[in-house]
């Protein structure tokens, strides 16, 4: 990260914890929902298989800079499906960092060809090992390390949705982020359980059984992980504060406070999203997780 843009973000947190403010710094464009996936724990892909114009995107992306956004993802369905004319997702990060946003990051499924060294990241979606992966995500774990391997830069970072059908294969996914050429580390949410996947949802008891194999992963096998150990407890009990008033979703004009899922009657206080509560423990001036993120990301970012 640039110090320039440390020092930004800096202020940005000492603003909002000291004078309590609810400004948003992390804002997400979807891009379209149309996916060529059907995973088992997805409950927001090809709802209206929509690939929105490159002009309302970019509109998009000025309405959130203008709110003082300043880290920008880009989601899907599959943003890699995104087009239009000779536009292409490469053309929306290019943009984004031309317009000033000094982070920007990408989400994926890994099933299309990897090329995009502008973006700060690539979250890539891993859900387990070669066979609980297959069974969420059907077969594609050997495309996804295929295009992997020759991807263009190393910027990709593994991102799980742990679940019940993945919950045991956390370590292989550790290792796999560890050993893996142009993989730089790994991001942990557990499953946010939408009425139509609750099932999948984690106990209080299993996701303590997670957590304690990330941290050791982590400290013991040097798996390289994105996410911040000193939240844990918060994350085991769901007792962060939520929704995340830092940040914003924009979908087809429609923003939303912290995630698409802040419509769903409910399912705040259900929330998985490790960042969520990252950044709500964050700016409510948490000493332990500020000084985890301040290592965590001028080590990965």
Known sequence: MKFTSFMKFAGFGIKTILFKKKDPILGTVIV????????????????????????????????????????????????????????????????????????????TNGTWPI??????????????????????????????????????????????????????SVADVCRKARDTKNVKAVSFNFHTPYPDTKELALT??????????????????????????????YLINNTFPTPCHQCVVIENGKISTCGRCIDVPGLCEKCGYFFVAEYTLLFKGKFKIIWEMLRTYLKYI
Request: glycine share 4%.
């Open 204 to 233: 209080k008891e299993e996701k303590a059984k997670v957590c304690e194999t990330i941290k050791y992963m982590k400290k013991k096998e040097k798996a390289p992980i994105f996410n911040l150990i000193s939240a844990f407890p």
């Open 115 to 168: 090329d995009l060294p502008e973006a700060n990241l690539i979250l890539l979606s891993l859900d387990g090992d070669k066979e609980h992966h297959n069974i969420i995500r059907g077969d594609t774990y050997d495309k996804i390390f295929g295009n992997i391997s020759k991807a263009t830069a190393n910027n990709i970072c593994f991102y799980m949705a742990i679940n019940q059908i993945n919950k045991d």
């Open 32 to 107: 379209t929902d149309k996916c060529n996936l059907h995973c088992k724990h997805c409950s927001v892909n090809n709802i209206t298989a929509v690939i929105h114009p490159y002009a309302q995107i970019r509109n998009e992306m000025q309405i959130l800079y203008d709110m003082g956004v300043r880290i920008l993802f880009f989601c899907g369905g599959e943003t890699f499906m995104w087009r239009d004319g000779d536009k292409t997702l490469r053309d929306l990060v290019i943009e984004a960092k031309k317009m000033g946003f000094l982070i920007v990051n990408v989400v």
